[in-house]
């Protein structure tokens, strides 16, 4: 590979957000993390990075979801400044919660609050956005909430990057508390995390919002408005969360949801990147269904190669940037033995066939106001499965702004097509979230999306 291009794809993984996929397998599960599972004494290491001990689940977690297991002043990291912009305006607070997992399992969940210096200017009490990050990567010290505490780590052997700053700066320079989630696995030391999993990813995002309430010395309530922010692999908890809300959680007093890139077809999102600079998010899905599926792991041991299976092993603890560096523009199909793609593996494999399935996204209609963006160039989580999310919801009554993102091809498989959007969209959907704090009804344009792009 060209020493230019290599650098260029470094960028690239040092400013990225996030994606999805679909798929099917092998299960490599850090050793350190299986052992440790009800030991908070243990040092977890990943990649040569000590987690910290306070990602150690007890043995024993709370009865109900969204109750605090532990909570720890996180100091923002040094040097942790939007350029032209300053350093996040707030006070953070790291968190531990408890959830139930896909399979109806507690589970624990970290991430991290931060109480805002500015004042909220609206009426009633100061209200939560809960952030629901882009893609990590799938190792422990990837997690958001380490991100905050060291914005860029790089030791050699592992790059992760906080990139979610820009947003959660906005949001809290307009008085707006924000809860980020680590989601189920990622931080937490007991297991893999279940990349984009549907059930996992919106129980983590709501049970988010029940545990800032608890945070002491904190100035959100039970009373505090709540929105949703989430972009591609966000995008997908916050539409989960959207849907479940209703049945999981509706003490929480959820007023509208950003709906950002979602990759609610986990097939079709799969096609989209096999082959493109985030061929990695393949292996982090199939490693995450595997951990919550293990019914899939014989299928994966007699479908993957030696080197499909040593690339899930490795990926199982690397950073959204290392997956960009080492395995740019590969194709699953030099991860099977038949050297057939993913894709198509799961077609002749109903037992995976059917687990995919239950992954999408659309399939129930929120009974909130939902903003849903997609980039119309974008290649990577799919534009036309994203747009389709949108005519699902639509057509089961749902109240959708949907916002076609216009931009020119950035450049194939780079992950350019699938970031811009976020950038360009951002401020509008920072701006649409604080007018459902302010009252402001929300509106809908499903009428017009047939003539929509």
């Not at 939007?82 to 997992?101: C, E, F, H, N, Q």
């Not at 799938?138 to 991100?147: K, N, R, T, V, Y």
């Not at 849907?243 to 959680?249: C, D, I, R, S, V």
Request: hydrophobic share 40%; with cysteine; net charge negative.
């Amino acid at each position: 590979m060209p020493l230019h291009t290599s650098r260029a794809m470094l960028a690239t993984a040092l400013a990225v957000a996030a994606v999805s996929p679909a798929a099917l397998t092998t299960l490599a599960v850090p050793a350190a993390a299986a052992a440790n599972a009800a030991d908070n004494s243990t040092t977890v290491v990943s990649r040569g990075v000590e987690i910290p001990e306070f990602y150690n689940p007890p043995a024993t977690l709370p009865e109900s979801d969204g109750d605090l297991v532990r909570t720890e002043p996180l100091p923002l990291g040094i040097g942790l400044t939007i350029p032209g912009i300053g350093s996040l305006p707030g006070t953070a607070t790291r968190v531990m919660y408890k959830t139930t997992d896909n399979n109806g399992a507690p589970a624990a969940v970290t991430g991290a609050y931060i109480e805002p210096f500015a004042a909220w200017g609206g009426t009633g009490d100061r209200p939560l956005v809960v952030v629901a990050p882009g893609t990590m990567g799938q190792g422990d010290q990837c997690s958001a909430s380490l991100g905050l505490e060291r914005p860029i780590f790089f030791n050699g052997r592992t790059v992760s990057v906080g990139y979610e700053d820009i947003g959660i700066y906005r949001l809290l320079a307009r008085g707006v508390a924000v809860m980020v989630t680590d989601y189920v696995g990622l931080g937490a030391t007991d297991r893999l995390h279940t990349y984009v999993d549907r059930v996992d990813g919106g129980h983590a995002v709501l049970d988010a919002a029940r545990a800032a309430r608890q945070i002491p010395d904190t100035s959100v309530t039970s009373a505090s408005r709540v929105a949703l922010y989430g972009y591609s692999q966000g995008g997908g908890a916050t539409g989960s969360a959207a849907e479940l809300h209703p049945t999981y959680a509706p003490d929480v007093n959820l007023v509208g949801a950003y709906v950002g890139a979602p990759p609610a077809d986990l097939r079709a999102t799969a096609r989209g990147i096999d082959g493109s600079a985030l061929v990695a998010a393949l292996g982090w899905t199939i490693n995450g269904l595997a951990q919550s599926n293990p019914e899939l792991r014989p299928i994966l041991d007699e479908n993957l190669n030696q080197t499909g299976k040593a690339a899930l092993e490795d990926l199982s603890t690397a950073c959204v940037a290392d997956g960009i560096v080492r395995y740019p523009f590969r194709r699953s199909s030099s991860w099977t033995v038949s050297g057939e793609s993913l894709d198509d593996v799961i077609e002749r494999e109903p037992t995976v066939e059917a687990i995919i399935a239950e992954q999408k996204i659309g399939t129930i209609a929120p009974r909130i106001p939902v903003r849903l963006a997609t980039g119309t160039e974008d290649d990577i989580v799919p534009h036309e499965q994203a747009r389709q999310l949108a005519v699902d919801w639509c057509g089961q009554g749902a109240q959708v702004t949907y916002k076609a993102v216009v931009l020119p091809n950035l450049g194939d498989g780079l992950i350019t097509n699938h970031i811009t959007p976020l950038l360009v969209d951002q401020t509008a959907a920072v701006s649409w979230i604080t007018d459902r704090f302010k009252g402001v009804a929300g509106s809908s344009n499903c009428a017009t999306l047939p003539s929509q792009p």
